[in-house]
């Protein structure tokens, strides 16, 4: 039995995906599901801003997309917005300061739905917690995941929908934020009742060394009962990938 490690890759079905927007760009994305059953629910990941190094490939969602479909049954759908590239390759378009963006979360549900993926959850990390915060309030969608949400592009009224909506919305909070920080974000948060602040002591925006806390608490949203994720992997670790 060998230890989780950064660079662990899990058995999954992985394929890269293109979404399609409605002012016609095409974005670079990749779905990961688990190899020998059916998600039980899907993660539509939305990464850090990308003028400053925020991608799909971020530490964060890399590491859910290497995990999560073997470890919690879930499907991972990650995705470049318009004009960001990594390593999967760079989306069309340019870097549309969280305005033009929103069609870039209605593409990935789009795709969701085309794909026939159960319970869309989304994971918004920095920058990606404004885009679900905004747009993210879908009828489709079930609830909210949001990684050092800084509240920047977001307003009141964008929670208010939220409270609104009685969907499930969990905030992950690490204690030495650079931009919100725990008391303050149980303040902002009280406007949604049903809002959940889980603080990480020690933690700083990009959570570096505490991803095996975030992937807990992100899975535990809508899998409590596989919390806290295995440490270790009894089978291979490198393959499943189509």
Request: aromatic share 6%; charged share 25%.
């Amino acid at each position: 039995m060998a230890d989780i490690r950064a660079n662990t890759v899990l058995p999954a079905h992985r394929r890269p995906v293109s979404l399609q927007t409605a002012d016609g760009l095409t974005l670079v994305g990749e779905l990961a599901t688990p190899v020998d059953r059916e998600p039980v629910a899907t993660l539509v990941m939305l990464h850090p801003l990308p003028t400053q190094g925020g991608m799909m490939d971020s530490h964060l969602f890399r590491k859910a997309a290497n995990r999560l479909p073997a470890l919690a049954d879930l499907a991972v759908l990650r995705f470049n917005t318009r004009g960001t590239a990594s390593e999967q390759g760079r989306s069309e378009g340019e870097f549309g300061n969280g305005d033009a963006e929103q069609l870039d979360v209605a593409a990935a549900l789009d795709l969701v739905d085309y794909e026939d993926l159960p319970a869309p959850w989304l994971v918004g990390w920095s920058f990606g917690t404004d885009l679900a915060l905004r747009y993210g309030c879908d009828p489709s969608v079930v609830g909210a995941v949001l990684i050092s949400p800084p509240l920047r592009f977001s307003t009141d009224a964008d929670l208010r929908r939220w409270a609104d909506s009685g969907k499930p919305l969990v905030a992950i909070i690490p204690e030495l934020d650079d931009y919100l920080r725990p008391d303050e974000a149980r303040r902002r948060f009280a406007v949604v009742p049903q809002a959940r602040v889980v603080d990480v002591p020690g933690a700083k925006h990009l959570f570096v060394g505490y991803a095996e806390t975030v992937l807990d608490e992100v899975v535990r949203a809508m899998r409590p009962e596989v919390v806290p994720l295995p440490r270790h992997w009894d089978g291979p670790a490198d393959g499943g990938r189509e």
